[in-house]
């Protein structure tokens, strides 16, 4: 793979791509397989984390260690990014003891501060604007149920956000069709859209109905992401409606799958019993979280 750090998946060329879904299927097949992949080790990862996580806590952790390695958890008070010290410092330091930093935080410019300051490969878990972790996984989810990504369509019920942007990107890179359905002025940002509008469709409409109609895959996340609490009242006006229940996904067909990124507020944007039905591949999404993530560390971090 060519780019040192993962901070946006505009980064990758589709090469990068397709090295990253190939080398996640050997590793998944090796763990399922009882195999030894220690491809990583004694190699250590910091991770830095100003917001809560579950998943990619967990992924990450777990996967540093079935790879050989080890991972440090730094929360928001261990720190103090920005407050006890400078990010710069903090990049320059972690580098003089860890072999890569993965790092959630709020403002995207923080993470592109840590990799312009680090000499060891930084991996973007989640900022406001991007969540490219999510994004492979949820590629590399949909092709193991429909085995393409080209041509297919994929509807976005819910906030231009993070989330959105990402499989934005990703869907520009292997020319899938995305639909967003978003209530007006919360529409993904016009820079990520028309970068991929030159290889992808992107419609962008004020109508889950008309984003579901034939879609392939329907993905929701949250009306209101982490550091959004102040404003979630409000958003919960705008975005009622804007929810994926049975209705919505008969419109898609019976050969849809439904798709979040989880934590899911259920009877919000998804509704259980669909989230928890036949069609949801979100615990799937979750658990390959952690194989796309061990792929990309191995790809980054051997070199
Ligand atoms: N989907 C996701 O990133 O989950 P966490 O916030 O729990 O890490
Ligand atoms: N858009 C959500 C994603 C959580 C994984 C958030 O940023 O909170």
Redesign the pocket.
């Known amino acids: 793979m060519n780019p040192k750090n993962f901070i946006s998946v505009s980064q990758l060329k589709e090469k990068d791509f397709w090295e990253l879904m190939e080398t996640t299927k050997s590793l998944k097949g090796d763990l399922r397989a009882g195999k030894s992949h220690e491809v990583l080790p004694g190699k250590t990862l910091g991770m830095v984390f100003l917001?809560?996580?579950?998943?990619?806590?967990?992924?990450f952790e777990v996967g540093m260690t079935q790879m050989g390695g080890h991972a440090i958890y730094l929360g928001p008070d261990d720190i103090k990014l920005g407050e006890r010290e400078t990010t710069e410092d903090i990049s320059l330091v972690l580098s003089r003891y860890v072999d890569g930093i993965m790092a959630?935080v709020f403002e995207h410019e923080i993470i592109e501060e840590l990799a312009e300051h680090a000499s060891i490969p930084v991996v973007n878990?989640?900022t406001d604007f991007l969540?490219p972790?999510?994004a492979l996984?949820d590629f590399f989810t949909i092709y193991e149920s429909k085995r393409e990504l080209s041509g297919l369509k994929l509807a976005f019920i819910g906030d231009g956000n993070n989330?959105a942007h990402s499989l934005i990107n990703a869907a520009g890179l292997v020319g899938m069709d995305f639909a967003i359905a978003c209530p007006e002025g919360y529409e993904p940002a016009e820079s990520v859209v028309t970068r991929v509008r030159e290889s992808t469709e992107v419609e962008i409409t004020h109508s889950p109905e008309e984003a579901a109609a034939d879609a392939d895959v329907i993905y929701t996340d949250v009306w209101a992401s982490?550091g959004e609490e102040d404003v979630a009242g409000e958003k919960k006006g705008s975005f009622e409606g804007f929810r994926v229940d049975r209705d919505l996904l008969e419109l898609a067909g019976s050969e849809s799958i439904v798709m979040h990124?989880?934590?899911a507020h259920y009877d919000e944007e998804i509704a259980k019993p669909v989230a928890h039905g036949p069609n949801s591949v979100i615990f799937e999404?979750?658990e390959n979280?952690m194989h796309t993530q061990k792929a990309l560390l191995a790809l980054l971090m051997s070199k």
């Open positions: 917001k809560p996580s579950l998943r990619t806590r967990v992924s959630r878990g989640l969540h972790c999510q996984a989330v982490m990124c989880l934590p999404q979750a979280r």
